[in-house]
């Protein structure tokens, strides 16, 4: 089992900055790839962004690129989302989840999440 566990949620004006943690904590040495998503109100979950857990490949969504970097510290458990010159249209609550398979890409644990708010 893997626990995972978000912080670094809260309220930005548009244009701000906000960094996103996601501790994992269990058996961490079988995870694959960390990946993190979010989900507006009324609308369904999107994907955001991932990195595999022992290499430097990291993959993201259009809307996100340029503007958010995904990264990881193997020594804390942890990986990060730097989230720049954010938009109202960023505001969701976002999860972490980590898969422990190369192929399907899948998640097998999820965070509860955290809230994130830009306001315009």
């Known amino acids: 089992q893997v626990q995972l566990v978000e912080s670094g949620g809260g309220l930005v004006q548009a244009g701000g900055s906000l960094r996103l943690s996601c501790a994992a904590s269990g058996r961490t040495s079988n995870i694959y790839r960390v990946g993190w998503f979010r989900q507006a109100p009324g609308k369904e979950r999107e994907f955001v962004a991932r990195i595999r857990w022992s290499s430097s490949y990291t993959y993201y969504v259009d809307s996100v690129k340029g503007r958010f970097t995904i990264s990881r510290d193997n020594a804390k458990n942890t990986v990060s989302l730097q989230m720049n010159s954010l938009k109202p249209e960023d505001t969701a609550v976002y999860y972490c989840?980590?898969?422990?398979?190369?192929?399907?890409?899948?998640?097998?644990?999820w965070g509860q999440g955290t809230q994130v708010t830009v306001s315009s």
């Open positions: 989840a980590a898969g422990v398979r190369p192929v399907p890409i899948q998640y097998d644990y």
